[in-house]
T-cell receptor
Framework: GDSVTQMEGPVTLSEEACLTI???????????LFWYVQYPGEGLQLLLK?????DKGSNKGFEATYRKETTSFHLEKGSVQVSDSAVYFC???????????FGGGTRVLVKP | GAVVSQHPSRVICKSGTSVKIECRSL??????MFWYRQFPKQSLMLMAT?????????EQGVEKDKFLINHASLTLSTLTVTSAHPEDSSFYIC???????????????FGPGTRLTVL
C-alpha cells in the first residue's frame, strides 16, 4: 500500500536558519503530493502541493519539488521565523483516490 | 477560509463509557467528512469516510461497532467511541471536504482534534 516517510523531529533551529524536511513516498501510479502544517492548538492547514513530476509547490517561503525519480518531496525554506514553529506533515493522494496518506509528522521549533 | 470545529477538544472518561465527538463545518457544506486517529509520534491514520445520508466506509481493521459514525447533515458528523477502553486513548482528528471543491485534498479542511483519555 501507499506510505509516506518523513524525518523524525524535533528539529530545532535558530531564526533565519535554513530548513529542510525530507519526505519520501511509496505509491502505485502517480500520486499528488502535499505538505500540511499544524500550528499549536490548531487544525492541519494545506501548506503547498504538487500534482505531477517536476512540479514545484510554494507558499509562505516554503518550497517542495515533486521528484519522481527519487520518489521524494522535500520541504525547504531558506530563512525560518519563530512563527514557523509547528508540526509539518507530508502526505499523498492517489490519482484515482480520495484518501490522504500521511507521514508521521516533523516537529519544528525555531528559537529567536 | 473554511473552518472546521471539533468538540470537545479534550475529554477524559472512565473505562466502559461512551464518548461522542462532534465535527462541524462552520461555513460550508461537506458531503464527505473523514475521521483520523493519531498516536503519539505516529502518522494520522484514516479510520473512516463519512458521507452525508449514508453509512460510513470504514478502513480495514477499524471496528465499526466500536466507532460509530453518523453524518446526519451537511455540516455535522459525529464519532462515538462506545465502551471506551484505555487503548482507545488517542488524538482524533476530523476533516471535511467542501462540496463544490475540485481535487479532494485541495478542499479538505481539518479540525483541531480531540484528545481522548480513557482511565
Amino acid at each position: 500500500g501507499d506510505s509516506v516517510t518523513q524525518m523524525e523531529g524535533p528539529v530545532t533551529l535558530s531564526e533565519e536558519a535554513c530548513l529542510t524536511i525530507n519526505c519520501t513516498y511509496t505509491a502505485t501510479g502517480y500520486p499528488s503530493l502535499f505538505w500540511y502544517v499544524q500550528y499549536p492548538g490548531e487544525g492541519l492547514q494545506l501548506l503547498l502541493k504538487a500534482t505531477k513530476a517536476d512540479d514545484k509547490g510554494s507558499n509562505k517561503g516554503f518550497e517542495a519539488t515533486y521528484r519522481k525519480e527519487t520518489t521524494s518531496f522535500h520541504l525547504e525554506k531558506g530563512s525560518v521565523q519563530v512563527s514557523d514553529s509547528a508540526v509539518y506533515f507530508c502526505a499523498l493522494i492517489e490519482a484515482a483516490g480520495n484518501k490522504l496518506t500521511f507521514g508521521g509528522g516533523t516537529r519544528v521549533l525555531v528559537k529567536p | 477560509g473554511a473552518v472546521v470545529s471539533q468538540h470537545p477538544s479534550r475529554v477524559i472518561c472512565k473505562s466502559g463509557t461512551s464518548v461522542k465527538i462532534e465535527c462541524r463545518s462552520l461555513d460550508f457544506q461537506a458531503t464527505t467528512m473523514f475521521w483520523y486517529r493519531q498516536f503519539p509520534k505516529q502518522s494520522l491514520m484514516l479510520m473512516a469516510t463519512s458521507n452525508e445520508g449514508s453509512k460510513a466506509t470504514y478502513e480495514q481493521g477499524v471496528e465499526k461497532d466500536k466507532f460509530l459514525i453518523n453524518h446526519a447533515s451537511l455540516t455535522l458528523s459525529t464519532l462515538t467511541v462506545t465502551s471506551a477502553h484505555p487503548e482507545d486513548s488517542s488524538f482524533y482528528i476530523c476533516s471535511a471536504r467542501q462540496s463544490s471543491g475540485g481535487r479532494t485534498a485541495d478542499t479538505q479542511y481539518f479540525g483541531p482534534g480531540t484528545r481522548l483519555t480513557v482511565l
